[in-house]
Every structure is written in C-alpha cells, then in structure tokens.
C-alpha cells in the first residue's frame, strides 16, 4: 500500500530532525515512557503493569487539549535483569514511542524477571537521549520508573540524569515498590525532586480486587462485535489482526477487570489502528483507499470500484461507532456503580493508582483536561 502524502510528510520532518507527528497535532500529545525493575523480586510489579495498563489508558482518554484528544504515545524499557548484557548497563530498550497499545500489551505480556543490578541513573538517561521526545516543553512529557533497590546504583548519577530530563521538561515520577520511608532512605524521592516529579510507594505483589458490576457482561458481549468491524489490509494486516485478538486473551487471563478494561480502552479514540486496519485509515484519510495498490487491499474488497469500497468502509465505521458508545455509556454507568463500592474498601495503592493520581495533577497543569 502507498499513501503518498504521509510518506512525504515523514520525509520532510526527518530532514528537519522533528517527531514524526503532524504540524497541527503536535501540541496535542502525551508521551509517557515505563521504565520497570525486571529483576527477580519484581513479579509482582510485571502483573500489576500488566492488569492494569488499561485501566491507566482509560484515564488518559478522558483528556482533552482544545477539546480534542491528544495522542497517547508510550514507550516501554526494562532495566536489572542479568540476562540483559553488562555493556548494556543491564536494561534495554523493549518498545519506543508508538500509538500501537497492542504492542506495548503484547511486550509486557512476554517479560521474564532475573536477579541483577538496577541503574536507576542510567535508564532514564538513555529514556531521554534515546527516545524521540516532543521539543514543546508545554507538551505532557513523562517518565514512570517503578523499582525496589536504591536509586544511586550503577555508573550514572541520577541526579544528572533527573536535571538533564527536566531540563528537556520530561518529567520524572519515581515509584518505589516498599515500604515508603524506605524509598525516601534510598532516594527514590529525590530523584523524582530534581524532575518535578512525584515519589511514591506500591505494594508490588498486591492482589487487584475485581468488583463485578451489572454491566459487565453487556460490555464483553460488545467487545466481540466491536472485533467484527476491524478489517486487516497490507502486508502485516492479519498478523496485527491476530496480536488484537492475542492481547484480548492476554486481558482475560490477568483477571476479568482487566478484561472489562481493555475492551473498554477499543471504545476510545486512544485506540487507533490505522497501519493495518481500513476502517482506521479509512477514518484518518477518506482518500487514502485510491492510493491503495490492489493487492494490499483485503480480499473481499478486490475488485470493487472506490465507491463500493467506501460504502463498505462507511458502514463499518458505523457500526464500530455505535458499538463503541454503547460501551463508553455502559462503562459511565459501570463507573458509578464501583465507585460506591470502593468507598467501603481500604486499599493500599497500586500501580495503576500511583500512575493515574501522578497524570491527572501534572497534565492538568500542562492546559490538559479530564
């Protein structure tokens, strides 16, 4: 397939050294990189991160900028684990920025945990020169270390890379899985000091609580006819088809909030596939199906004119539409109802909390909305 505005565009921000993200979007962006301790005691960290990754999504959809949503781009990096090689400091890079959320669930679901040695320093360092952050220092830019042994580890001084992050205005909330004064001990909170950062504390091997809500059921049930209107196109079309389905599956094996959640996250606009689903492309670009070569078209759309294929498209789209409100009211409603609930519980803060509290406090400050 060749769509030949987008690929001169890329081309002449590269020649510029810009993200690749559009002039009249680029102000309209959240990017957060997860940075995560897979050292052996981090388990528990690993599930929470991936449980919870769509409830944290969720909440970011809720943002608007100028009464629009901004796009969500996140990236993901693993650090102290020793099968990861010492010349590499022990961490690597798993995931870049990207707007693919089934790739960043599908990474989090293949993560191992092994003994070694965590350089807090060095992590976010190589999150700030190796990721492509935005230049606009108005734009939500933020890093989530979550780990348990001291910040001052390994050949790089936190507190530089912490000044050199903020300096960039990314900011960096430290989450430290222990006991809380013992984070403060180890400076997980002067890390996130120097960054404009939040320092807070999890109980990493905490057990999610589902609360079943009267909708639940009606909101699984949709998420079956939600997959129906997602129709592959291109070369990795199918096998990108197959990862949504892989990573629903995924959801369900975590527990049956995170089920809930994630099909939750398909009904929002932070949910966007257009590299390899038509109706999304057809959505971004009405006029990109012309530039489509015929074989990266879908088989039951070879052959058709570009009429036919757009009444096709617009149908889907609806359909995709429909189903996606009856979820976000169904999930309004199923909302309310745990919310009551909650109040007669005591929990201890998890991941999901820690990241969710952090956002909303320092987005808002940046002109976002919830």
């Known amino acids: 397939m060749k769509f030949y505005k987008i690929v001169i565009c890329i081309f002449l921000f590269s020649l510029i050294s810009l993200p690749i993200t559009s002039q009249t979007n680029q102000n309209n962006v959240i990017q957060m990189a997860i940075l995560l301790d897979t050292s052996g005691s981090m388990d528990g960290l690993i ?3 991936k449980s919870q990754l769509w409830k944290i999504v969720n909440k970011l959809a809720l943002t608007k900028r100028g009464g629009q949503t901004p796009q969500l781009e996140v ?4 650090y102290g684990k020793d099968t990861i090689s010492k010349k590499e400091g022990y961490l690597r890079m798993i995931v870049p920025f990207t707007q693919d959320l089934d790739e960043i669930s599908e990474q989090l679901f293949q993560l191992t945990t092994n003994g070694g040695s965590e350089y807090c320093g060095l992590v976010i360092e190589r999150a700030v020169e190796e990721l492509k952050w935005n230049r606009n220092n108005q734009v939500y830019k933020v890093i989530f270390i979550a780990g348990n042994e001291p910040f001052t580890q390994g050949p790089r001084d936190y507190t530089q890379s912490c000044s050199a992050a903020i300096a960039q205005g990314i900011i960096v909330n430290t989450i430290f899985c222990g006991d809380y004064q013992q984070g403060i001990n180890t400076n997980w909170k002067d890390g996130a000091d120097l960054a404009d950062g939040k320092y807070m504390n999890i109980d990493q091997n905490q057990q999610e609580i589902y609360i079943q809500a009267p909708q639940d059921a009606e909101i699984l049930k949709l998420n079956e006819e939600l997959n129906k209107t997602y129709i592959a196109y291109g070369t990795q079309g199918m096998s990108k088809k197959r990862k949504q389905v892989t990573q629903d599956s995924n959801a369900a094996s975590m527990s049956k909030e995170s089920e809930i959640q994630r099909a939750v996250t398909k009904s929002s606009k932070m949910y966007s596939n257009e590299s390899w689903d038509m109706v999304d492309a057809y959505a971004a670009d009405e006029e990109a199906i012309e ?3 015929e074989k990266e078209l879908p088989e039951e759309l ?7 294929i757009k009444e096709y498209l617009d149908k889907l789209k609806a ?15 199923r909302e309310s109802y745990i919310a009551k609930k909650k109040q007669e519980m005591a929990q201890n803060t998890s991941l999901d909390d820690a990241i969710i509290n952090a956002i909303i406090e320092q987005a808002q400050d940046k002109g976002y909305q919830f």
């Open 75 to 78: 990236s993901l990096y693993e």
């Open 302 to 308: 070879q052959g058709k004119s570009n009429e036919e």
């Open 47 to 49: 599930d929470q991160a």
């Open 291 to 293: 530039s489509m070569e």
């Open 319 to 333: 359909d995709r539409e429909q189903i996606q409100n009856q979820i976000h009211h169904l999930n309004q409603q």
